[in-house]
């Protein structure tokens, strides 16, 4: 694909912008920039399909203690499969919003391995897959990773990992748990680690580069450029270097080509599609307070990050600039706060290991703390059910928000009948408005991802650990 | 209340006598390791006498110990048999106490904290004192064993005594042990190295604001956990550009304006030389100079654009910048076996380690006059390097940052409604702890104090507001920190960083916790390990303490829970000796419920009060300089050691304190034995 031509694209779908035209343009939109392949696809296979990660720490409360807000249970009460109460559970916000159709809960679902309780919940719960003795710098890919390299083929991002309010990292010896293991949820497509990205400004300027750009084609051009000849440069010298160094630290350094690699990609590429429709209307002024999050530093209010994580997504989802996302409240174990929610406590040294079995004030913070998660979940749900697409369905519809944490309850640890629901019909592979209850060979993370891809529509439904992709109706 | 408070005291006379007289273990090193099936680690072999089951006999029937391999299995034997009903792991009734299944090799006997097995003294080894049969002995502190009906036969005992016997010296051992080696590791950069290393490079202080701090283990010195994504990349190759740019336009009138073609060439490749040579810490060959020259070229054979001379100059810096022979630690060579570091290697290890940045010029003509292979000269440069302001800055922090992790003092937010103090107004206070860490570091480093000091010293560094806030009696004004000493009555003399930002940085929003203070005076200054807590326990039920539990009364209960135990008899201790401070970090004699503090405490067999004695225990028989040297070595070899992981490890630690407690005992002579040692010289594949 030559730069030429998508410049000519980009500048095309400047052009629309910059006359007010995006506004304007609905369903279908102009046929004349729907470049990429992609799109295309996308086109003969309806409308594109998405995913969302939405990750909390430390588990939940899962005990019921009463009938009011402050003794409610994580779970509803459960009849049957299609019959269950949401009124009197932590749950509620959803049902509230009128996302019960699009409510699948599965109770049932273990996290697997043996170590650190927290390290093994959060590294299973989008892997799908036991730590290797307790130690993930090997590791398998993340579901959100994997969706994007199947239903994301040639857009340039094909799937981010966001955070609120990851643990710091920060070396401290003695420990045989490395704060980055803490956020372990995110795994690249050969099992390294991801990190989180907080620096909301850079996502921005990452997902809508070129929107509402004023620098001239030439500029750009230029520029670019002289971005790719350092980089051609840089990849050239590879075989020299190589030459030098051991076979282990070869690989290390063939990490770091890709990611050279990547940048060439998108420096070839740009960003050319489209906006979809009406949605996609690119103001960052739209987002609260949205600047650079110093990732070094922990977030004791999160309400501007959460809400414009979910504004991130839900833009980018209606300009289809990329199609699954991860997004972590916290890190496991990590010193997270919710003072903006009056929780002054420390998310899991004070709330999250205080005795469950009695209703005392630690606990019932820590259900603020679960309806908290859940309102914002249902805030993302509700926002992608509130646009259609070129099917005629919504954004939700053709999606599935994955939520839950690695622990069911945090003060035994313990990682059976973890908390776990899905929003959205994945395109219509979920019926919705069910609670699943899950046991034995049906229990382990990995087949409810052979299951969510099933319900994708993708023929390969090998995942994790997972190795004969059996799946399951949801 | 007096009498719940009398059986809280009873109970834990009670669970200390139980922690003094059990043996414990929760050392998770010796979980992994396999029987070792090597006759040299078993001793000299000398027939010393005795009883001895020989290798076709029962144990303790008689016959001549010959230490081998059999001769190790017969002791495990006996203890399997006649111990491990008690010790022998999960189904133990007394979960505290040591796990002997767990140590499936001699080392692992050897190594044990608790001397265990002391190599040729039977009457120095913890089995041995125990036994029912080994009277005589003056031990009355401790109880005989085995403890049930399972009584070992008097050829037993013989057995056990004459095998301890024969045994080396774990000194001995040492003889002969591996020089312990950085591991072949390839890292990149961390952050504040970047920083700094591009400031060496290009005088402009650029704050790489979006880069994490730092990431990778041992102290984020090595590649281990180091994550390199795609948003790494970019943000740095942006925060690159953005370098170059600031660069060339400093530099508008002194470029290659007015040059063209081969002259051009030639100038532009005279500035950007020198810094790619100290750049990629080497004499740069042809390859070296075409990874910044190809880049320039490649813009001049661009048909689409024309590109000015700062452009070329911005291009040729950013190649550099970019090229992995910059941003990566990279070790040259390959194949298996230890090998010395080239001189090149091991400027930039030391520069690293000491100053967090690349070699400077002056390094680099060191490394390239062959400085660093020859032991006089290296030796000259490391006292150098020590006594340069910049090990002080820039040791020191990094140090205490993987050391104490004293920036977490930040992230405690403190609960207004139960401390009266909002994290905004404690914020200034944090800052004051935080850098009073540093201070107190950097002037033990700087005039050359005692190891121990850093334990046991009474030197603070105040500002007002702090001196208030501890209600130190000062004369202290202004928000700048002060040198001042205190006075040996003061609750925080003789305690070092012990009562510095540690106290604070343990904390929970709404009280100090026993828990996390012991945890890291375990951890960073006695070198112990726990670990990870169980899945699937069951909460202690505390309600039965009453609502006015004092903290201690919820940790002798938490401690008495069997599937807590096992560590928190490890961990608690030590937090037990610190809570007569606040979660703030003020000395305090009562608690919130109007309890006296009681800070006394037990810890293999020695008992302490407050955390004056704390001191005296941790730096008993220089436990804690063995500490602090095997800490150091971890940091300079950018890898975990434990003295009790491995003999090698263990080795390496006592040689290295052997030679130090030779001297002057300070931090600055442990770190020259460090520097020219083969440890920090050698490196080996992994």
Redesign the interface.
């Given at each position: 694909m030559s730069v030429k031509k998508l410049i000519l694209n980009r500048r095309l779908f400047l052009k629309c912008s910059l006359s007010g035209a995006s506004t304007l343009v609905g369903l279908p939109f102009l046929e004349s920039i729907q470049g990429n392949k992609a799109f295309a696809q996308n086109l003969n296979n309806s409308t594109p399909l998405r995913f969302v990660c939405m990750y909390h720490p430390n588990g939940v409360i899962q005990k019921k203690h009463g009938n009011n807000e402050n003794g409610w249970a994580y779970f509803p009460d459960r009849s049957s499969e299609t019959n269950f109460n949401l009124a009197n559970c932590n749950l509620k916000a959803l049902n509230d919003k009128g996302l019960r159709d699009q409510l699948t809960i599965i109770r049932g679902i273990n996290t697997n391995g043996s170590?650190?309780?927290h390290m093994v919940g959060i590294s299973n719960f989008l892997t799908g897959s036991a730590i290797p003795n307790d130690d993930i710098?090997k590791h398998r890919i993340s579901f959100e990773t994997h969706f994007g390299n199947v239903f994301a083929k040639n857009l340039p991002i094909k799937s981010m990992f966001m955070a609120g309010n990851p643990e710091?990292?920060?070396?401290?010896?003695?420990?045989?748990?490395?704060n980055?293991?803490k956020n372990a949820l995110s795994f690249?497509n050969d099992g390294?680690?991801?990190?989180p990205?907080m620096?909301q400004k850079?996502i921005f300027d990452?997902l809508f580069k070129g929107i509402g750009q004023t620098e001239t084609e030439?500029v750009i051009?230029?520029r670019d450029?002289?971005?790719l000849?350092?980089?051609?440069?840089?990849s050239?010298?590879r075989d020299?270097?190589n030459r030098?160094?051991?076979?282990?630290?070869r690989k290390?350094?063939d990490?770091?080509y890709t990611?050279?690699r990547?940048?060439e990609k998108k420096l070839n590429v740009q960003f050319n599609q489209a906006p979809t429709g009406q949605a996609c209307q690119v103001n960052q002024n739209a987002f609260r307070s949205i600047r650079?999050h110093?990732?070094?530093?922990?977030i004791?209010d999160l309400t501007n990050v959460v809400d414009n994580a979910i504004e991130l997504m839900v833009l980018a989802f209606a300009c289809d600039r990329v199609r699954s996302f991860s997004f972590m409240f916290g890190g496991e174990a990590a010193?997270c706060?919710y003072?903006h929610i009056g929780v002054?406590?420390?998310f899991h040294?004070?709330l999250s290991h205080?005795?469950?079995?009695?209703n005392s004030g630690n606990i019932q913070l820590h259900r603020r703390v679960d309806r908290y998660h859940v309102q914002k979940i249902g805030e993302l749900a509700e926002k992608l059910g509130g646009i259609r697409e070129a099917n005629g369905e919504s954004i939700l519809h053709n999606s599935a928000i994955v939520s839950g944490s690695g622990l069911a309850t945090g003060?035994?640890?313990?990682?059976?009948n973890i908390p776990f629901i899905v929003l959205g019909r994945a395109g219509g592979g979920i019926r919705g408005g069910r609670f699943l209850q899950l046991s034995g060979g049906n229990s382990n993370v990995a087949k409810f991802y052979s299951s969510l891809l099933r319900a994708y529509g993708a023929s390969d439904t090998k995942f994790g650990d997972n190795g004969n992709g059996s799946t399951y109706q949801l | 209340m007096r009498g719940y408070k009398l059986s809280s005291v009873i109970t834990f006379i009670f669970v200390v006598i139980v922690n003094v007289v059990l043996w414990q273990n929760c050392a998770p090193g010796f979980e992994s390791q396999s029987i070792s099936t090597d006759a040299n680690n078993l001793g000299s072999g000398t027939n010393i006498g005795g009883s001895s089951p020989g290798d076709n006999q029962t144990p303790g029937s008689g016959g001549t110990l010959i230490s081998n391999k059999a001769d190790f299995e017969s002791f495990q034997k006996i203890i399997q048999q006649r111990c491990n009903s008690c010790h022998g792991g999960a189904d133990s009734n007394f979960p505290e106490i040591s796990n002997f299944a767990k140590l499936k090799t001699l080392n692992d006997w050897l190594l044990h904290p608790k001397n265990l097995l002391v190599g040729g003294e039977p009457t120095q080894s913890l089995v041995y004192r125990r036994l029912r049969l080994a009277r005589g002995i003056n031990d009355s502190a401790i109880q005989n064993m085995p403890v049930s009906k399972n009584e070992m036969t008097q050829g037993e005992a013989d057995f056990v005594m004459s095998f301890i016997g024969s045994l080396k010296k774990v000194e001995d051992r040492c003889k002969d042990h591996n020089v312990v080696a950085e591991e072949s590791s390839l890292r990149r950069l961390n952050k504040t190295e970047i920083v700094n290393s591009i400031k060496l490079l290009t005088n402009i202080d650029h704050p790489f604001a979006n880069i994490n701090t730092s990431d990778g283990g041992a102290f984020g010195r090595n590649g281990d956990y180091q994550v390199t994504d795609q948003n790494f990349f970019e943000v740095y190759f942006n925060d690159v550009e953005a370098v170059a740019d600031k660069y060339v336009n400093l530099r508008a009138n002194e470029n290659c304006n007015n040059q063209s073609g081969n002259r051009l060439s030639t100038c532009l490749q005279n500035k950007l030389r020198p810094i790619a040579e100290l750049a990629f810490r080497k004499e740069l060959n042809q390859n070296d100079l075409n990874i910044f020259l190809d880049s320039i070229n490649k813009l001049d054979s661009n048909k689409d654009h024309s590109y000015s001379v700062k452009e070329k100059l911005k291009v040729g810096l950013m190649s550099i910048l970019t090229s992995p022979q910059f941003l990566y630690v990279i070790r040259e060579g390959t194949g298996s076996g230890d090998k010395y570091f080239t001189d090149f290697e091991i400027a930039t290890k030391l520069s690293l380690a000491l100053w967090q940045q690349i070699p400077n010029r002056n390094l680099w003509d060191k490394a390239k006059a062959g400085d660093f292979t020859n032991k006089n000269k290296l030796a000259a440069a490391v006292t150098e390097m020590l006594n340069h302001a910049n090990t002080v800055e820039n040791y020191s922090y990094q140090f205490l940052r993987g050391w104490l992790n004293i920036d977490k003092i930040f992230e405690f937010s403190p609960d207004p409604q139960v401390l009266g103090v909002s994290k905004n107004q404690f914020t200034p206070l944090a800052t004051d702890f935080r850098n009073e860490s540093i201070q107190i570091f950097r002037d033990h480093f700087a005039t050359n104090k005692n190891i121990d000091q850093l334990v046991t010293g009474s030197t603070r560094f105040l500002s007002e507001r702090l001196a208030r806030h501890l209600g130190i009696n000062s004369n202290v004004r202004g928000n700048d920190l002060q040198k001042f000493e205190l006075p040996p009555n003061s609750p925080y003399a003789g305690s070092g960083l012990l009562t510095s930002s540690l106290l604070v940085s343990t904390s929970l929003p709404e009280r100090s916790s026993i828990v996390f203070r012991g945890e890291n005076i375990l951890y960073s200054f006695y070198c112990g390990h726990v670990g990870a807590p169980p899945d699937n326990v069951e909460p202690i039920n505390f309600e039965d303490l009453g609502p006015n539990a004092s903290q201690r009364d919820i940790a002798i209960a938490h401690s008495k829970n069997p599937n807590c135990a096992s560590c928190h008899s490890q961990i608690d201790p030590f937090g037990l000796a610190l809570e007569n401070f606040s979660p703030l970090g003020q000395f305090r004699n009562i608690d919130k419920f109007n309890n006296r503090i009681i800070a006394s405490s037990s810890f293999e067999g020695e008992n302490f009060n407050g955390v004056k004695e704390l001191s005296q225990v941790l730096t008993k028989d220089n436990h804690f300089r063995k500490c602090f040297t095997e800490i150091n070595l971890s940091y300079f070899l950018t890898k975990s050691l434990r003295s009790k992981e491995s003999l090698n490890q263990y080795c390496a630690i006592k040689d290295i304190d052997q030679k130090v407690s030779a001297k002057t005992d300070s931090t600055k002579s442990l770190l020259q034995e460090i520097l020219t040692s083969d440890y920090f010289l050698k490196w080996k594949d992994r």
């Open positions: 170590g650190n309780a710098r710091l990292d920060r070396p401290k010896e003695g420990s045989k748990y490395n980055n293991l690249s390294s680690l991801r990190k990205q620096d850079s990452q030439s051009s230029k450029q002289l971005k000849s350092v980089l051609d440069t840089v050239e010298a020299a270097l030098r160094i051991n076979s282990s630290d290390v350094l990490n770091y990611r050279i990547e940048l650079n110093n990732p070094n530093n922990r004791s010193g706060e003072s002054n406590r420390h040294n004070t205080t005795n469950a079995n009695n003060y035994n640890h313990s990682r059976s | -």
